[in-house]
C-alpha cells in the first residue's frame, strides 16, 4: 500500500506520464472532431508537459517536498501551455499546487483535496463550460476518487478509481456532445488527460524502490495565481514590479505578501520576479520587497477610478461584467474561451496612467508607439500579408502548431508599444493568450479572429490614430462580415453530417463545417464558394499553399474570373502547410 505521495513519487508520475503521452499523443490528435489534418489536442498537451517534466528530470534529491514539485509543475506547465488542452492542463497543475502548498507529502485524503481544487481552477478557466469535455472527464474521475478515499488509505487505488471513473466517463462522452456523436470520435482533450493518469500510475513501482538520496536538492521556480475575475473594492491598487537580486526567496516573499490583498502572483528566478498583487496598500507592498532586492518597472494602477471610466463609457455594467456592444461584439470567441475587451477582467481600463507610461518608456529601448500589433499566422506568404498590413509581429503558428503561453508574453515583450492588439486568428489560442497578459503586465487587448482571414479584415480594419475603444468595435465588426472556407484533406476515414468520407479525400469546409468532399482541391474550391455565396458579399480572396504550384495558382485565377466574374477577386500566395486554398468572402 502507498499512504504517502512524496514529492519525489509525483515527480516520476509527472515524467512517466509525459513519456506515455508522447507515445500516445498521435492518437489523441486523430480524434480531432473535423477531420481535417491539423488535430493537435495531444501534441499540445503533450508538449505542455513535458516541458514541467524537463525542469523535474534535473531534480534529484529525493527528498523534495511535494509542495515544491507541484509548484514547478504548475509554473512550468503554464509558461508551456498550447492550445485550450494545454492551458486547462496547466490549470489543473496550478489547482493542484495551490492544495498542496506547503505539503511535504500528502496522504490519500491530502489527495482527493488536490484533485479538487484542480477540478474548481480548470472550470474558472473556461467562461462557458461545455459537457462532455476534457473538463467534464476530470470532474467525474474526482468523483471517483473521492468515493474511493472513504475506503482506503492507498493513494495507487484512489487514482486507480480517479482514471476508471474518467475512463467510464469519456465513453460516454459523445452521448453529452452531439458534435463528438456526430463525427464518431470521444473528447480529444478527454482522453489525453485519461493517458497521463495511465502513465502517471506505472510510476508507483519504480518510485517506491529508489532510494538515492545522494543528491542535492536544485532550486526551484516557484509560482501561484489566484485568478479574481472582477476586482475586490477592498484593494482598489493594481501593483506590479519586477525584483532583481541574488537567490530571491519566491516562496517566502508570498507568503508575507498574502496578507496586502489578493491577486497575487510571484514568478521568475532566482535572479529576477515579476511580482503582482491588488493592494490597499502599494506602499507597504514596495517596502517590504526591497529588502529583498532592486525594484523596477514599477507600475501602480488604481482600478476604481478606470472602472469608472469605462462605466461612463457603456463597457462594463455595475458590477464590472462586460456589457453592452462591448459583450456582444468582443466576447464571442465561439470556443468557450474569454476575450479581453477595451478592458481586461481586472478593471483595467483605456487609459494609460503616466506612472506606467514612464515605467514601459523606461524599460524600452527607442521611442514607443503608442499601440503594437501582433498577429498569428502560418505560411510565409500570409506572414507577409499581415505584416505589410501593420503588424508588428506575426507569430509562426496556428492551424498547425499552436504557441505558447511562454511564446506569447515574449512576443508582447518584443513589441515596443504602450498597448498591444493581439489577434489569435485560431479558436485555440485565446486561453492561452489570456494567460499570457496576466504574465506579461501588459496592456493587451484580444480580437477574437478564429481565422486568417477574419485576421486580414480586422488589420485592414485598425486605425491606430483612433482610441483603443473604436479599433476594438472596428475589428470585431470586421471579424464578424468574413465568411471562412478552407480546402484541405481528411486526415482519417469518417462522417460528419451527411457527408461520408476516406482518408486522403479532398474536404471542403465553411466557417468550420465540412461542406463538400471531392477529389480535385480546385473542383472542391469552387463547390465551397459557390455554396459561401449569398447577397451582399462581393469580396473574393483566396490564399493559395505551399502545396499549390504557380502554374495551378494562375489557372485557378482565370477560372475564377470566369465563375465568379461579377465579384471582386484577389488571388495570393499564402503558403500555409495542409491547406490548399484558403478563402475570404466580404
Not at 321 to 336: D, H
Not at 363 to 374: D, H, Q, R
Not at 397 to 413: E, K
Not at 421 to 442: C, D, Y
Request: proline letters at 4%; charged letters at 25%; hydrophobic letters at 40%.
Amino acid at each position: 500500500m502507498v499512504d504517502k505521495l512524496t514529492g519525489w513519487l509525483f515527480r516520476e508520475m509527472v515524467l512517466k506520464a509525459s513519456d506515455y503521452l508522447e507515445s500516445r499523443k498521435s492518437e489523441v490528435d486523430s480524434l480531432n472532431v473535423f477531420p481535417v489534418p491539423d488535430g493537435d489536442t495531444g501534441t499540445n498537451m503533450f508538449l505542455t508537459l513535458s516541458r514541467a517534466a524537463s525542469k523535474l528530470r534535473a531534480i534529484e534529491d529525493p527528498d523534495i517536498p511535494l509542495s515544491k514539485v507541484a509548484e514547478i509543475c504548475a509554473f512550468e506547465c503554464l509558461m508551456g501551455a498550447r492550445g485550450n488542452s494545454g492551458v486547462i492542463l496547466s490549470q489543473i497543475m496550478r489547482g493542484m499546487s495551490s492544495a498542496l502548498k506547503a505539503t511535504h507529502s500528502a496522504t490519500a485524503a491530502e489527495v482527493v483535496v488536490a484533485l479538487k481544487e484542480a477540478v474548481a481552477t480548470a472550470y474558472k478557466a473556461v467562461v462557458r463550460p461545455v459537457e462532455g469535455t476534457m473538463l467534464t472527464v476530470l470532474r467525474e474521475g474526482t468523483a471517483r476518487a473521492v468515493e474511493k478515499s472513504a475506503s482506503t488509505n492507498d493513494i495507487r487505488e484512489v487514482l486507480r478509481a480517479f482514471l476508471s471513473g474518467a475512463q467510464e466517463t469519456l465513453e460516454r462522452t459523445p452521448d453529452m456532445l452531439p458534435v463528438l456523436k456526430q463525427a464518431g470520435v470521444v473528447d480529444a482533450g478527454g482522453k489525453g488527460l485519461c493517458i497521463i493518469m495511465e502513465g502517471a500510475l506505472t510510476a508507483f513501482d519504480a518510485a517506491a524502490s529508489r532510494t538515492d538520496s545522494r543528491a542535492v536538492p536544485k532550486k526551484s521556480r516557484a509560482f501561484e495565481l489566484t485568478e479574481k475575475e472582477v476586482f475586490d473594492i477592498r484593494f482598489p491598487y493594481d501593483t506590479q514590479f519586477l525584483i532583481s537580486g541574488k537567490d530571491l526567496p519566491a516562496q517566502e516573499i508570498r507568503d508575507k505578501l498574502q496578507k496586502y490583498g489578493d491577486s497575487l502572483l510571484v514568478v521568475g528566478s532566482a535572479e529576477l520576479l515579476r511580482v503582482h498583487i491588488h493592494t490597499s496598500e502599494p506602499g507597504e507592498v514596495l517596502s517590504l520587497c526591497l529588502k529583498y532586492g532592486m525594484l523596477s518597472q514599477v507600475v501602480i494602477d488604481n482600478m476604481i477610478e478606470q472602472s469608472m471610466e469605462l462605466l461612463r463609457d457603456g463597457e462594463f455594467d455595475r458590477e464590472g461584467r462586460p456589457g453592452g456592444k462591448a459583450q456582444a461584439t468582443l466576447n464571442e470567441s465561439g470556443c468557450g474561451a474569454p476575450v479581453c475587451s477595451e478592458s481586461d477582467s481586472r478593471g483595467h481600463g483605456v487609459g494609460e496612467p503616466p506612472t506606467q507610461q514612464k515605467a514601459v518608456e523606461a524599460n524600452s529601448a527607442g521611442p514607443l508607439k503608442e499601440t503594437g500589433i501582433i498577429a498569428v499566422a502560418s505560411g510565409k506568404g500570409l506572414q507577409e500579408i499581415m505584416s505589410s498590413l501593420g503588424a508588428d509581429l506575426v507569430i509562426d503558428g496556428g492551424t498547425t502548431m499552436n504557441p505558447s503561453t511562454a511564446d506569447l508574453a515574449r512576443a508582447v515583450d518584443q513589441v515596443k508599444a504602450k498597448k498591444v492588439i493581439f489577434l489569435p486568428n485560431n479558436a485555440n489560442i485565446f486561453l492561452s493568450a489570456k494567460q499570457a497578459k496576466k504574465l506579461t503586465g501588459r496592456r493587451m487587448y484580444v480580437v477574437p479572429s478564429k481565422t486568417v482571414p477574419q485576421g486580414i479584415s480586422a488589420l485592414m480594419a485598425l486605425n491606430l490614430e483612433s482610441s483603443m475603444t473604436e479599433n476594438l468595435k472596428r475589428a470585431s465588426k470586421a471579424v464578424r462580415r468574413v465568411k471562412t472556407g478552407e480546402v484541405t484533406f481528411a486526415a482519417r476515414n469518417g462522417r460528419f453530417g451527411r457527408h461520408v468520407f476516406k482518408q486522403g479525400d479532398v474536404i471542403g469546409l465553411c466557417d468550420g463545417k465540412v461542406e463538400t468532399v471531392g477529389r480535385s482541391p480546385e473542383e472542391v474550391l469552387y463547390q465551397i464558394i459557390s455554396r459561401m455565396r449569398s447577397p451582399g458579399y462581393e469580396v473574393l480572396t483566396v490564399y493559395c499553399g505551399k502545396d499549390v504550384s504557380p502554374e495551378t495558382e494562375k489557372a485557378v485565377a482565370e477560372e475564377l474570373s470566369k465563375r465568379f466574374g461579377d465579384m471582386e477577386i484577389e488571388v495570393y500566395r499564402g503558403d500555409q502547410p495542409l491547406y490548399y486554398y484558403i478563402v475570404s468572402l466580404e
